[in-house]
């Protein structure tokens, strides 16, 4: 048997591109109705993973993340991932790189500490990282005369 080469089963895969700047989340750009549904969209996700509970008989709310959170280890794990989908949504808005990091530490303070038994637990339920990120997303937005 000799080598030719060519794999036969490759066909298709002289024209891959790799995932392009649009999966990068490179700015693409937006216009002001489209940037405005984003960061609705970003909203509601925020309130669901968030707020979206109330606990009865007190004015608490805690959210998606708070119940996977209960979870240890692999929960943890789940709740972190959602929020970086909001990470995602931002970068590709084209948010500053210092916003960002910003962001990003929000995101990994809630991480961090909420690995904690019980006391990381309490942390997600009262520092709402999601909620704060959307409003700084917002508030960006705003000063900029975006929204």
């Given at each position: ?25 490179a ?18 996700l ?8 109330i ?15 209960l ?11 959602l ?60 000063r900029?005369?975006?929204?």
């Amino acid at each position: 048997m000799t080598y030719s080469g060519t794999f036969s089963g490759a066909r298709g895969f002289g024209s891959f591109r790799g995932f392009g700047r649009s999966f990068a989340g490179a700015a693409r750009p937006y216009d002001a109705a489209s940037r405005r549904a984003a960061l609705d969209r970003l909203d509601m996700l925020a309130t669901v993973f968030d707020t979206a509970f109330i606990l009865p008989g007190t004015n608490i709310r805690f959210g998606v993340e708070s119940l996977l959170r209960l979870v240890p280890g692999i929960g943890d794990a789940l709740a972190s991932a959602l929020s970086c989908y909001l990470l995602i949504e931002a970068h590709r808005l084209g948010v500053p790189k210092l916003l960002f990091a910003r962001m990003v530490a929000n995101v990994l303070l809630e991480g961090a500490v909420g690995t904690v038994p019980i006391a990381g637990d309490a942390f997600d339920v009262y520092f709402r990282a999601n909620r704060r990120n959307v409003a700084l997303l917002r508030e960006h937005f705003a000063r900029r005369g975006y929204l």
